[in-house]
């Protein structure tokens, strides 16, 4: 892969993506047509190409763990995290594989699914105490449940309680909503922003969807990868 700022060379992108060496990091991993649209016919796997898959695979295997909104998990299609080549190089001294863990204020789940029948380490679901008791009970015998805030999830709580287990290095992969809502509340460290040569136009939300923040955020422009005629930006706070 082609780095083109700050400094123009071959790189490999786990080294351009290294997370820092110690404390808490949370970073996003977002992909967008040229036109704004953070999905194609209702995926955002549709936007990607070879190049993409590549940074995809290095975000995850650089990270402890990999969160996720429900919704995002239904529609894309969620599984188990499995490894892919080359991980076992990144991955020296810890865990063969990041867990992973899905948002859910209402834990509308299928827990018959594979991602929750079938993973190497339980998959971790956070919620709140606002969803039905009869859901978290049932959610608790097929993963590790996270239960904090009252009517919704505590962000702030859930990484920390993330962090207390050992995940430390997050990775978030959307959706919109919940991205927002990560953003808002101060959290997000890191956007590594996919830009895809497509135009599409129509409604599709953008790589954030939700209420406006805050306060705007001004983020710090790191790095450009380049190849295929895509584009990978590395921003921070």
């Known amino acids: 892969m082609r780095q083109i700022h700050p400094a123009v060379e071959d790189i490999d992108p786990a080294v351009a993506y290294a997370y820092p060496q110690v404390g808490t990091w949370l970073r996003a991993n977002m992909i967008s047509t040229l036109d704004g649209a953070a999905w194609l016919d209702g995926r955002s796997g549709g936007l990607g190409g070879p190049a993409d898959q590549v940074v995809f695979s290095t975000l995850r295997a650089l990270a402890d763990v990999i969160i996720v909104g429900a919704g995002t998990a239904r529609t894309e299609g969620y599984g188990p995290v499995r490894p892919a080549p080359g991980w076992s190089r ?50 608790a015998e097929v993963c590790e449940l996270i239960v904090t805030g009252d009517q919704s999830v505590d962000l702030p709580a859930a990484l920390a309680e993330l962090a207390r287990r050992g995940c430390t290095r997050a990775l978030c992969e959307g959706g919109p909503k919940l991205l927002a809502q990560i953003t808002a509340a101060g959290l997000l460290d890191e956007l590594c922003l996919t830009l895809s040569p497509l135009l599409t136009a129509g409604d599709p939300a953008r790589i954030l969807n939700g209420p406006a923040l805050p306060k705007t955020e001004h983020l710090h422009l790191g790095h450009i990868l380049t190849e295929d005629d895509f584009l990978f930006l590395r921003y921070s706070r």
């Open 90 to 139: 990144l991955r020296t001294g810890r865990t063969p594989l990041p867990r992973l863990a899905i948002v859910s204020n209402a834990l509308r789940l299928d827990l018959s699914a594979p991602v929750f029948t079938q993973p190497t380490q339980p998959t971790i679901v956070i919620t709140s105490a606002g969803a039905p008791p009869e859901r978290r009970r049932a959610a």
